[in-house]
């Protein structure tokens, strides 16, 4: 048997046993130990990084139980030892860039002052000058008035000069009047004869004129004729280039229509739209393209990134008016959106983006394992787990997500909170991120915030929802730290609310067999006997799409395989066991451990069925591990 397949046996189907024997301080030095090993062996083949400050607070006082353990090799503490350094250097340097900024604002509060001190001496020396220049402004003034006086008189004497030479010139000019007649007369005379001559000669030039006039008609005629084959001729080129373009256009539409998916399933929503913009141009109006605007214009908005969501539609003439209040404007967007195609918008695009819920019927059900079914689907040497005694269960309805929280939905949180999903989101897998498949290396804690975070999402959008976890408080930038607080988690939850929340072990069991009792209760896996057709499961490559098996009999898909799904409960072997757990439970006291449910993509097929149940340290992530969310009525 391979090393990975002892492994998956050991965390699968012996886990539950080993961990209860342990004693506590031991199972988490085993658990840590085996998370630093993993990330000791990534960061050795350069796929991981070195430990975070908030997991070296989390285990720095268990280095010395470490050191002591024999299993642990020396490249593991190295490894935990080497994270500390990077950390103090780390500190370090951000302390001397502190001292270093100090320095700067002290130097610039100097050369303020310096330049408060010009200042006040500029504006003593411009007070001076203002007083000289209304002294000279003053003597300026009285000797206008002086020379007004003056100008006056002057022009009293110029009136009776002016007066006493028009009496002189009338005279004269009377004289030369009729002087000036007479020789008007005889030019006009002169201009007559004149006039005649050159009537005679224009007579002459224009005949001339009309013959050249003719001749160039006719030139000009030829020269229209010629034009206008040349335009026909033009006007079959365009004609051709069209067609030719549009031949193109045909070509490269199924190329940028592919293009533009692949970066929506792979996040790059900044780029999808750039290709948008290109395919727009080649086809405007296509329906195809129209559809995929939407999709990034409905990411943008929803994601509170309003101005390239309004860049998107204008693109497209259907940008809405701009309000001036922030919460008209998402609603004006989410409305100009959602016009585009309104039934794509409901079937894809809000199913697409936020989890679509299922209705379960509350009732009373056998939950735990079926020996009878599990001896003949795995033959008769096998035998149910103590973990898994079969009880009654009666339970109130609620809804539960149609599928795994996807990586669609999760990467929309970080990007509505202003977050990096590649950069500040959870460990990218081997296989990479695409939108479709469930968001795994997510720890319980985060799955948690999640669902907060939708909460308020939803009603922002306009639904009626109550918080279900409002006695925690604000939830922290790092989720995992609510793991530091003294909080009674099973008396914090209001089960009464109607917002989103992880499901109870009981609710995730009792809708992974079909939520009808006496219809599909007694499928073994999540809507079969058999794995294959409803299960991602005994593979190496990662996880699937979800939707990609057979949905069980109320519609739920993945609830067995690809990947486990971290239920509310804390663990305990014998919960079961104790009557108060047949009315709607909640799960134990704290023990250390939560619930994880329905196997994964790794997993054999023992560990898929419905009644199986698994257990993780809450602040982990895991590759194998994710959620879906529930909701109350």
């Not at 530091?484 to 109607?498: G, P, R, S």
């Amino acid at each position: 048997m391979s090393k990975k397949r002892r492994w998956e046996l050991r965390h699968d189907m012996l886990a539950p046993k080993i961990w209860a024997r342990l004693p506590q301080q031991d199972r988490v030095l085993r658990q840590i130990h085996r998370s630093l090993a993993q990330r000791q062996a990534d960061y050795a083949e350069g796929k991981g990084s070195l430990l975070g400050e908030p997991e070296l607070d989390a285990w720095r006082a268990y280095r010395p139980k470490l050191a002591e353990m024999e299993e642990v090799a020396p490249a593991v503490l190295q490894y935990f030892d080497d994270s500390e350094a990077a950390l103090k250097q780390a500190q370090e340097e951000k302390k001397r860039k502190q001292q270093e900024d100090l320095e700067k604002e002290k130097h610039l509060r100097a050369q303020a002052e310096t330049a408060k001190t010009q200042a006040q001496q500029a504006q003593q020396q411009a007070e001076e000058n203002a007083g000289i220049a209304t002294a000279n402004a003053t003597r300026a003034e009285r000797r206008t008035r002086i020379a007004a006086v003056l100008a006056v008189l002057a022009g009293v004497m110029l009136v009776i000069a002016v007066q006493q030479c028009n009496d002189a010139n009338s005279s004269n000019r009377q004289l030369e009047k009729a002087v000036a007649d007479r020789d008007t007369t005889n030019q006009r005379l002169k201009k007559t004869y004149a006039d005649l001559n050159i009537a005679y000669q224009q007579l002459g030039e224009e005949k001339q004129t009309s013959q050249q006039r003719a001749e160039e008609l006719e030139v000009t005629n030829s020269q229209l004729e010629e034009s206008q084959e040349r335009i026909k001729i033009e006007q079959n080129n365009t004609q051709r280039a069209l067609n030719s373009l549009k031949d193109y256009a045909r070509e490269a539409m199924p190329v940028l229509r592919r293009d533009i998916d692949n970066l929506i399933l792979h996040l790059n929503y900044d780029s999808a739209l750039a290709q948008c913009k290109i395919a727009w141009n080649l086809n405007e109006g296509a329906l195809e393209i129209e559809r995929r605007f939407q999709e990034v214009a409905y990411f943008f908005t929803e994601s509170h990134t309003y101005d390239k969501a309004e860049e998107a539609l204008d693109y497209i003439r259907r940008r809405p008016a701009k309000p001036g209040d922030p919460g008209e404007r998402a609603a004006k967007l989410r409305e100009a959106v959602k016009e585009i195609d309104f039934k794509y918008w409901r079937d894809t695009l809000e199913k697409r983006y936020y989890p679509e819920m299922v209705h379960v019927e509350g009732g009373t059900f056998k939950m735990g394992c079926d020996e009878e079914k599990l001896k003949k689907v795995f033959g008769e040497n096998q035998e149910c787990p103590e973990s898994e005694k079969k009880h009654t269960v009666r339970l109130k309805s609620y809804r539960i997500a149609r599928t795994e929280t996807t990586v669609w939905q999760y990467a929309l949180y970080y990007a509505s909170e202003g977050r990096d999903f590649f950069k500040d989101g959870p460990y990218t897998p081997a296989w990479g991120w695409q939108g479709n498949h469930p968001v795994v290396n997510v720890s319980w804690y985060y799955a948690l915030a999640y669902a907060e975070w939708l909460t308020a999402q939803q009603k922002q959008r306009g639904e009626n929802l109550e918080r279900v976890y409002k006695g925690l408080g604000e939830i922290p930038e790092d989720p995992n730290k609510l793991d530091t607080l003294n909080i009674n988690w099973n008396k914090m939850a209001d089960w009464e609310a109607n917002g989103y929340r992880l499901p109870t072990e009981a609710e995730w069991e009792y809708a992974a067999r079909g939520g009808q009792p006496g219809k599909s209760n007694n499928y073994i896996f999540a809507g079969s006997d058999t794995a294959a057709p409803v299960a991602v499961y005994g593979e190496g490559g990662g996880t699937s799409p979800v939707r990609k098996k057979r949905k069980n009999d109320l519609g739920l898909y993945d609830m067995s395989g690809n990947v486990y799904e971290w239920c509310w409960d804390w663990y305990s072997s014998d919960y079961y066991s104790n009557p108060k757990a047949s009315a709607n439970p909640h799960g134990p006291e704290t023990t250390g451990y939560r619930v994880l449910r329905g196997g994964s993509w790794f997993s054999l097929t023992n560990n898929l069925r419905s009644s199986n149940r698994d257990l993780n340290d809450p602040v982990l992530r895991s590759s194998g591990d994710g959620f879906r969310l529930s909701q109350g009525y």
